[in-house]
């Protein structure tokens, strides 16, 4: 492995720098060279404008910026080579904006450099170049669209948990990324309104009765109530039996339409015009007829008076 010097930019590479401060133009870099040219004593590296010799060159694959820091990385190898060489010098090219000259912006060189051999005997190197630029100064890169990640590259950038995201802001800013999802849901009316990403609506009519009053058909059921003091629903059964379990099984009955209804029993005492008032369970809007019937051992007279639709008394005539 070549040992290199620092890196360092060439006067070129400064001017450039300059330049972009004062147009506001982007610093493009374009590419890395390598080179097998050797550097004479007294030579100093900010006054080259070119490698001594170079031999190939590769694109540059990523960039990493750290306040006035600018990191590069660019992957070479062997396949184009007929002849290997030492690697003993890398220049980093750029320019200024796109239609800018391509110029040398900075240099190294290795004293003790590493052989890379021809292509017969295939060879890669990746290099990350750190360079001094000002923050200020707008830098992007030129990529080839033939260059490939490497393994590593490609495992630092799954690794890099901001490394999409300007791709997913973009994505879920744009209105019709998602014109099927669902994006708002209301009631309306006894349905569901769904409200698409595209601004459509979906109504879904629901099976079920709203919770404000409900308009039912056929014949609902409910559960039983336990026959707590409670806001429960009361259904037909529950108050059958509540006034079945208040009275007993015998008792005047209420006739509708045919159909008669136990709705408890009662006692009166054993003189004649005892009397008792019975109240009902439930309130009823008229009473046309009453038939009362005597469920115990003896035949007796029964009568009925002040009927209302809340309560009846009941008359004892014969003792």
Not at 187 to 192: A, F
Not at 267 to 284: D, E, N, Q, R
Request: charged share 15%; glycine share 8%.
């Amino acid at each position: 492995m070549s040992q290199y010097n620092p890196v360092t930019p060439t006067i070129q590479g400064q001017a450039m720098i300059a330049e972009s401060l004062r147009t506001e133009e982007g610093l493009v870099f374009t590419k890395v060279e390598w080179g097998d040219g050797i550097v004479s004593s007294g030579e100093q590296y900010p006054t080259f404008t070119a490698l001594k010799n170079k031999v190939i060159e590769s694109p540059i694959t990523k960039m990493e910026r750290q306040d006035s820091t600018l990191y590069i990385t660019s992957v070479v190898n062997n396949s184009t080579l007929s002849t290997g060489f030492y690697c003993r010098e890398i220049g980093v090219w750029a320019k200024i904006g796109a239609n800018g000259t391509e110029q040398l912006f900075a240099y190294t060189y290795a004293e003790n450099a590493s052989y890379t051999p021809s292509s017969n005997q295939y060879n890669e190197k990746r290099i990350r170049i750190g360079l001094g630029v000002d923050a200020n100064v707008n830098v992007t890169i030129k990529f080839n669209s033939e260059v490939y990640l490497t393994r590593q590259e490609l495992e630092d950038h799954d690794a890099d948990s901001a490394a999409h995201d300007a791709a997913f802001t973009a994505h879920n800013a744009d209105t019709d990324a998602h014109p099927d999802k669902l994006v708002n849901l209301t009631t309306n009316g006894n349905s569901l309104r769904a409200v698409k990403g595209d601004g459509t609506t979906i109504d879904v009519e629901v099976p079920y009765a709203p919770s404000s009053s409900p308009a039912l058909t056929g014949i609902p059921t409910a559960p039983t109530a336990d026959g707590s003091n409670s806001k429960a629903v009361a259904n037909v059964e529950y108050v059958l039996g509540q006034s079945r379990a208040s009275y007993g099984e015998t008792g005047f009955r209420v006739a509708r339409d045919g159909y008669t209804t136990t709705w408890g029993n009662f006692s009166i005492g054993t003189g004649a015009g005892s009397s008792t008032t019975v109240t009902f369970p439930l309130a009823v809007t008229n009473i046309f007829d009453v038939d009362i019937s005597v469920f115990n051992a003896a035949t007796e007279m029964i009568g009925w008076t002040n009927a209302t639709n809340t309560s009846i008394n009941i008359v004892k005539g014969v003792s």
